[in-house]
C-alpha cells in the first residue's frame, strides 16, 4: 500500500534554531494532515493540507504541500523548547478516512 | 467535554491470556480506529470503524478483533496475547470526511510478559 516517508528521524537543535521535517511518498498523496506528540502524551491535530502548492501558517509553523502532491513539509522558526516532541505527518484516505502515519521525527531543543 | 477515554491506561498481561481495550468518544464521531504505535515505527493502523456495526482491517490485523456495537463505543480485543503484542494502543475517532483531523485518547500501555 501507499507508504510516506519522514526525515529526518531525529533532530536536536538550539533553541531559537530552525527545524524543518520532509515528508515524501512516491505516488500522489489525497491529502495529507500533520500532528504533534509530546513526550509521553497522545498525537494532536495540527493541520489538514488538501490542495497542489497549499501553505498554511500557525504562528511559528509553516505546513506546505508539494506543486505535485507528493511531499508535504513543516517548518518551525525559532524553535522554543515547547516545541519539544514528535512530528507525524499522516496521509489522508477521502473516503475511509484512514490515515497512515509516517514514521515522526523527533525534535530536541536545548534551552 | 471528555473527547475519547480509553480503559485501562496501564495493563501486564501473561502470554495466552485475554483482554479487550475500551475507547469511548462522546463527540457523535461516525469514524474510529485502533493504533499501535512502537519505538521507531510510528502508528500503524489495526482494525478501524466507519459507522455502528461495521469494521475493518488496517495495516496490522492480525492477533486483533475489534466490534463497535455502539456508535460512541469501539472495542480492540486481544484472545490471546503474546510479547509482540507489547505496546501503547491509541484509539482515535473523526468526523466524516475527517477534515479536522483525529481526536485521540490518552492511550494504554500493555506489556505482555
Known amino acids: 500500500g501507499q507508504q510516506v516517508m519522514q526525515i529526518p528521524q531525529y533532530q536536536h537543535v538550539q533553541e531559537g534554531e530552525d527545524f524543518t521535517t520532509y515528508c515524501n511518498s512516491s505516488t500522489t498523496l489525497s491529502n495529507i494532515q500533520w500532528y504533534k506528540q509530546r513526550p509521553g502524551g497522545h498525537p494532536v491535530f495540527l493541520i489538514q493540507?488538501?490542495?497542489?502548492?497549499e501553505v498554511k501558517k500557525q504562528k511559528r509553523l509553516t505546513f506546505q504541500f508539494g506543486e505535485a502532491k507528493k511531499n508535504s513539509s513543516l517548518h518551525i522558526t525559532a524553535t522554543q523548547t515547547t516545541d519539544v516532541g514528535t512530528y507525524f505527518c499522516?496521509?489522508?484516505?477521502?473516503?475511509?478516512?484512514?490515515?497512515?502515519f509516517g514514521q515522526g521525527t523527533t525534535l530536541q531543543v536545548k534551552p | 467535554n471528555a473527547g475519547v477515554t480509553q480503559t485501562p491506561k496501564f495493563r501486564v498481561l501473561k502470554t495466552g491470556q485475554s483482554m479487550t481495550l475500551l475507547c469511548a468518544q462522546d463527540m457523535n464521531h461516525e469514524y474510529m480506529y485502533w493504533y499501535r504505535q512502537d519505538p521507531g515505527m510510528g502508528l500503524r493502523l489495526i482494525h478501524y470503524s466507519v459507522g455502528e456495526g461495521t469494521t475493518a482491517k488496517g495495516e496490522v490485523p492480525d492477533g486483533y478483533n475489534v466490534s463497535r456495537l455502539k456508535k460512541q463505543n469501539f472495542l480492540l480485543g486481544l484472545e490471546s496475547a503474546a510479547p509482540s503484542q507489547t505496546s501503547v494502543y491509541f484509539c482515535?475517532?473523526?468526523?466524516?470526511?475527517?477534515?479536522?483531523?483525529?481526536?485521540f485518547g490518552s492511550g494504554t500501555r500493555l506489556t505482555v510478559v
Open positions: 493540507l488538501v490542495k497542489s502548492g
Open positions: 499522516a496521509e489522508g484516505s477521502s473516503n475511509t478516512g484512514k490515515l497512515i
Open positions: 482515535a475517532s473523526s468526523t466524516r470526511p475527517p477534515s479536522y483531523g483525529y481526536t
